[in-house]
């Protein structure tokens, strides 16, 4: 590359020392009440008033002049005014606007998502939004049945709004058929919906990562999964002494309602209020159980062995024969291989709320105790023969983009996320405006980001502009620089200033 020409003198007055401001958060302007927008009637208008000099025009011709006549001018009419509302300018309750700084934050959480997935081998998958009402309704109790968004569409089919991926990603598997290899591996960052009570991180539109690994019936695949979000909060400097997986497994449960003779019917209810431990008082849990059709005694035994924090200890309990305990054991076994048993912890409580689990379940959770589970998945080997398919081994989880914002605001540990662009290009004639769009095209063609002043503006603002965006480089457009086939480029970082030829800008 040819070596920058000498500072020349003539740019010296065309630039300024400047300044970078610190950066800060800008709030969004929040409007206490709505306007009244008055607008006049279109048939009176400012047109009116031409037709009033015309009827004062025809009135005085027809009485001989302006003066003496005995008709009188009728007085101008007052406009009509219509009133419009103002809308209001906030979005529907539950949902969110993503202005530009709040869009850089998602774009870099998304990024962190996708990142971590293809460090994992995993491809990328979408649904539609709106999908079959048909493909949620699945068992009595649910919770996510009462949070449906949904209605009758115009050809009379019912549908909703998707409250989360895993079904959809189910409906794909089944329509893809044999033509599948087995295990897939697939994650989706998409759009969901729910109806619910609002708290802090949770909303009733949120973005999901689900990550889902279909085909492989061994808990291993379950270690691969809490080993891929361990892997995204280290990559975001969360770390085991902030969060923690608790450790569980649907088919624990059924051995612990077995072992008191809990009908075997009676399980989708009772995870569903199992579910609700650390949710609702522990008095409530109990009266639900009760009404379901559980014994008192059989409700006390059972709460008291879902408190136990010890595989060890269950195990003594009631027995380690069973093969939810040996899949538990294997799993906290992978979890030193993979390198983050001091994230995971056994919790007999952990069911999800969810009726299609069938084996190992876990939570992300805040070890403050502040926020909601960060995250949660687990296996779920009979959810496509609820949609008349064959049952196929797999597994999963979804990881919400709410809560985990929330985490990183209390640790501190948002980044700092600019708008940055590498040139901002200014003419510094209105005649060359032409000029510096070539120039503009020339460093956009090798990849490079530009910021194209589109009006004649004075340098003091252009300098201000090339600040609030983080430029690295101006770029100025002059007459005689031009003539020459050069242009004036300014390092904003240091003050250094070149006079470059048009072939050797990079």
């Known amino acids: 590359m040819a070596a920058a020409s000498k500072s020349l003198s003539f740019l010296k007055p065309l630039f300024v020392s400047l300044a970078r401001p610190s950066s800060s958060s800008s709030s969004s302007l929040a409007l206490s009440r709505a306007r009244t927008i008055a607008i006049p009637n279109p048939l009176f208008s400012a047109n009116s008033r031409s037709l009033s000099s015309v009827a004062f025009a025809q009135s005085t011709t027809e009485n001989g002049g302006g003066g003496g006549g005995s008709r009188a001018i009728a007085p101008p009419q007052t406009p009509v005014v219509e009133e419009l509302q103002r809308i209001d300018v906030n979005p529907p309750k539950g949902t969110r606007d993503f202005p530009p700084e709040e869009m850089r934050l998602r774009n870099w959480l998304f990024q962190n998502f996708r990142e971590v997935s293809r460090l994992f081998g995993f491809e990328e998958v979408d649904f539609p939004v709106l999908e079959s009402e048909a ?4 068992k009595a109790g649910e919770e996510i049945r009462e949070q449906l968004y949904c209605f009758e569409d115009r050809g009379n089919r019912r549908v909703a709004l998707r409250p989360e991926l895993t079904p959809s990603l189910a ?41 889902d690994i279909i085909g492989v019936p061994e808990v291993t695949a379950e270690a691969e999964l809490i080993s891929s979000i361990v892997t995204f909060f280290k990559r975001i400097g969360i770390t085991a002494s902030d969060v923690g997986f608790k450790v569980s497994s649907r088919k624990l ?8 003779s809990i009908h075997e019917d009676l399980f989708a209810k009772v995870c569903i209020i199992i579910d609700k431990i650390g949710k609702l008082p522990l008095d409530d849990i109990k009266k639900e159980l009760k009404a379901v059709g559980v014994s008192t005694e059989a409700v006390e035994q059972i709460l008291q062995v879902l408190s136990i924090k010890s595989l ?14 040996a899949e538990l054991k294997q799993l906290f076994s992978l979890a030193e291989k993979f390198g983050y048993s001091e994230w995971v912890q056994f919790d007999a409580s952990v069911v999800r709320g969810l009726a299609y689990y069938t084996g190992v379940v876990f939570e992300g959770f805040d070890r403050q105790g502040k926020l909601r589970a960060i995250c949660g998945g687990g296996r779920y080997d ?6 008349g398919g064959d049952d196929v081994p797999a597994c999963g989880f979804g990881f919400g983009d709410a809560v985990i914002v929330e985490l990183l605001k209390d640790k501190g540990l ?47 603002w252009v300098f201000k502009r090339a600040a609030r965006i983080n430029a690295e480089r101006l770029i100025l457009v002059g007459s005689s620089e031009w003539q020459r086939g050069t242009v004036g480029v300014k390092i904003l970082a240091t003050g250094e200033q070149n006079e470059i030829k048009l072939d050797e800008l990079e």
Not at 135 to 138: A, D, G, K, V
Not at 181 to 205: D, H, I, N
Not at 442 to 449: E, V
């Open 312 to 325: 060890t200890t269950l195990e003594e309990i009631i027995g380690g024969a069973g093969e939810a305990i």
């Open 414 to 460: 948002l980044p700092e996320l600019n708008l940055e662009v590498k040139n901002i290009v200014c003419a510094l004639d209105p005649n060359l405006q032409g000029a510096a769009a070539t120039v503009a095209t020339i460093l956009r063609d090798k990849g490079q980001s530009v910021d194209l002043v589109l009006e004649n503006k004075p340098l003091k």
């Open 171 to 211: 409906r794909l598997v089944l329509q893809k058929g044999k033509s599948l290899s087995l295990p897939v591996k697939w994650y989706a960052v998409g759009q969901c919906w729910r109806y619910e009570r609002m708290t802090r991180g949770r909303r009733r539109e949120h973005y999901q990562w689900n990550m």
């Open 135 to 138: 493909l949620y309704i699945r």
């Open 382 to 387: 009979q959810l496509l023969s609820t949609f």
């Open 253 to 260: 449960l059924q051995e612990v309602l077995s072992h008191y």
